[in-house]
């Protein structure tokens, strides 16, 4: 690589993270931008975080940077700038790894080279900085003794020299091996894939919420399927998810060829094709593409549980509960899972067109307007996954439909009502109860069918007439 080169990767690093590496630099250390940011902005993409590594013993560090954070020992510091957390990791050497997540000893002390032969895959044992013997004015160089440059160029994860050793040591790296792959388009080495086969139940002993978070983000890369796939063939998906792995070969009839799983695979790529990734920035844009996502690929978690005679009664109901206990065990943030949830329990609905205006607000009221938007999505995400056109006639009626309705702000909910429970409660002359809840559950009911009865005096008549019903039962 040329010093052009390296110098336009500098260039590439915050401010922030430069002032970091100046710091280090005046106090006589090394000072590298290491690991999954070298890999990014060598393919040209933003990194998530800037990480850095060095000489300096955790000890150093904090001296250097006031205020930083070492909450743990394995020879990271935490420092904040500008709102951003960037890591600081000394030189190590990992030893005794008794749990194949973490090591059970950190030795300190290490060279670069020896720091980046215990990291995962090639594309990620790259750095680029300063020693510290190098002159005030000297260029940053490359770092790459495992030639992840090549690997990078050639879209090929191969694990660091021994690939059963790297596996052994981090069952976690396997999981990160399917989520690289699905979401720069890297394809997996023969040798590292083989021996993930080999380790794959070991990752049964990981905890949910690391495989949640490697699952939630190789959901989000554009074709999640070629992550997803070897996810399954090696073994990973039975060790961690093995209510998805069930869906092998349980029929679906609607494809030739496909089963239950592929039917998944295709609704997952689907959804994923049909919302642009979001913004860093954007959290709320970021997580309902991952509900949507997520929710394409557990919509038919509950078929094999259901299966029977060749039909699957109920398996959205079964299913929503499989996909609570799933993303529960796996602690997808509680936003995300309930969405999630709720797409999958409702994702079976069927329209007609000649459902009246009434009928199409009892389907917003009983699924939610807040979900609308995707539970369509997702409908034709599931058409696609089944071989059927994109965005068939009938959803896309319904949409049209459903959105006047909503344009039109048309009462949906008790909170809509022209009158509260205060106003019913005073003019009926009955304390708050379940005998009240009752009669605003009826007022509701009779709004949505006919919007026009929302009115403060019709709605306390209609009200007293309900609760003279509700005595004579």
Not at 211 to 225: C, D, H, K, M
Request: net charge negative; hydrophobic share 40%.
């Amino acid at each position: 690589m040329t010093d052009a080169t390296v110098a336009a990767l500098v260039d590439r690093v915050p401010a922030d993270a430069r002032d970091l590496i100046t710091t280090l630099r005046g106090d006589g250390h090394d000072a590298f931008v290491v690991g999954g940011s070298v890999r990014d902005v060598l393919a040209g993409r933003e990194p998530l975080d800037w990480d850095l590594t060095t000489d300096a013993d955790p000890d150093r560090l904090r001296d250097l940077f006031p205020g930083a954070r070492y909450d743990n020992r394995f020879g990271t510091v935490v420092v904040t700038r500008g709102g951003v957390e960037y890591e600081i990791t000394t030189y190590r050497t990992e030893r005794d790894y008794d749990d194949h997540r973490r090591p059970s000893r950190v030795a300190f002390g290490a060279t670069l080279d020896e720091d980046l032969a215990r990291r995962d895959f090639t594309v990620n044992a790259m750095a680029f900085g300063w020693a510290a013997a190098d002159a005030d004015d000297a260029p940053a160089r490359l770092v790459d003794p495992h030639g992840g440059r090549a690997d990078l160029d050639a879209r090929v994860l191969r694990a660091v020299g021994d690939p059963d050793a790297r596996f052994g040591e981090d069952a976690l790296r396997m999981l990160r091996a399917v989520r690289l792959a699905a979401d720069p388009g890297f394809s997996i080495d023969p040798a590292t894939l083989a021996a993930i086969e080999r380790h794959a139940p070991e990752a049964a002993r990981l905890s949910g919420a690391r495989v949640g978070a490697e699952l939630g983000r190789l959901l989000v890369a554009p074709i999640p399927s070629v992550g997803l796939r070897p996810m399954r063939e090696t073994g990973l998906l039975a060790a961690t998810i093995p209510e998805l792995a069930a869906q092998r070969g349980i029929p679906q009839a609607k494809i030739p060829g496909d089963d239950l799983w592929d039917h998944s695979l295709r609704t997952v790529d689907a959804a994923a094709a049909m919302r642009p990734p979001a913004s860093p920035e954007d959290e709320a844009a970021r997580d309902a593409r991952l509900a949507l996502v997520t929710a394409a690929l557990l919509h038919d978690v509950g078929k094999p549980e259901t299966f029977t005679d060749g039909h699957f009664h109920r398996h959205e109901a079964t299913g929503a509960a499989i996909a609570d206990a799933i993303l529960g065990r796996l602690a997808v943030a509680r936003g995300v899972r309930e969405r999630v949830v709720r797409l999958v329990r409702h994702h079976m609905f069927s329209y007609e067109p000649a459902w009246s205006d009434a009928a199409v607000r009892r389907f917003i009221q009983r699924t939610g307007a807040d979900l609308l938007d995707d539970l369509l999505d997702l409908r034709v995400a599931d058409d696609i996954g089944s071989g059927l056109p994109v965005d068939g006639p009938m959803t896309a009626e319904l949409r049209r439909r459903c959105r006047q309705q909503l344009d039109a702000q048309v009462p949906l909910r008790r909170e809509d009502l022209a009158v509260d429970g205060n106003d019913v409660a005073r003019a009926l002359g009955i304390p708050p109860g379940p005998r009240l809840g009752r009669i605003l559950d009826r007022l509701t009911e009779r709004v949505v069918d006919d919007p026009g009865l929302n009115d403060r005096d019709g709605l306390l008549a209609l009200a007293r007439a309900i609760d003279t019903n509700l005595e004579d039962r």
